[in-house]
């Protein structure tokens, strides 16, 4: 089963080392990892998708991923409201006479043409897993020349919930 766990952590050297070696040590395969400065420039945001055989062994996993000197923040959003995308890079064959084909393709998904070259474009897509998927298997029978993905980046959703008294509306956190 795939799990999605966020973890905020220092933004220094080894850090990713450390957690993916934590990682390796319970054999999780580790499907997809990104990483990225949040808004304070002194801690990075972790999205890891790994495939676990079952709930106790993550749960055993982020026990473990708390007790690391640079992580400060463990969650497994799995099963939260999340927000989460993905970006790929597709570059595929595209003749002359294709070209407006393909732009027909890309037009209902937002993606962009962000390169032309003689016999191939380049096309950019966000979204999510499934979004960017169907998109990758529209573009397969042009013959994809080489394709790039960042994995999945993600974050729970905000949530607000108000309390209403008459006129008066007070934010409940």
Not at 127 to 156: C, M, N, S, W
Request: charged share 25%; net charge positive.
């Amino acid at each position: 089963m795939k799990r999605t766990i966020t973890a905020l952590v220092n933004n220094t050297s080894g850090v990713l080392n450390r957690i993916t070696g934590l990682f390796a040590r319970r054999h999780f395969n580790i499907e997809s990892i990104t990483v990225g400065v949040t808004e304070n420039p002194t801690v990075s945001r972790m999205t890891f998708v790994v495939i676990v055989d079952n709930q106790k062994n993550i749960e055993q996993v982020i026990k473990q991923l708390h007790k690391q000197v640079d992580v400060l923040k463990v969650k497994d959003i799995t099963d939260e409201a999340i927000v989460a995308r993905e970006l790929a890079l597709i570059k595929v064959v595209a003749s002359p006479q294709q070209r407006g084909e393909i732009a027909a393709v890309v037009n209902p998904f937002r993606a962009s043409i962000i390169d032309i070259g003689r016999e191939s474009m380049t096309v950019q897509i966000t979204g999510d897993h499934q979004k960017v998927e169907t998109f990758i298997d529209l573009l397969r029978p042009y013959g994809i020349k080489e394709l790039a993905r960042t994995g999945i980046t993600a974050f729970k959703r905000g949530s607000k919930k108000y309390d209403v008294e008459g006129n008066h509306i007070t934010l409940i956190n």
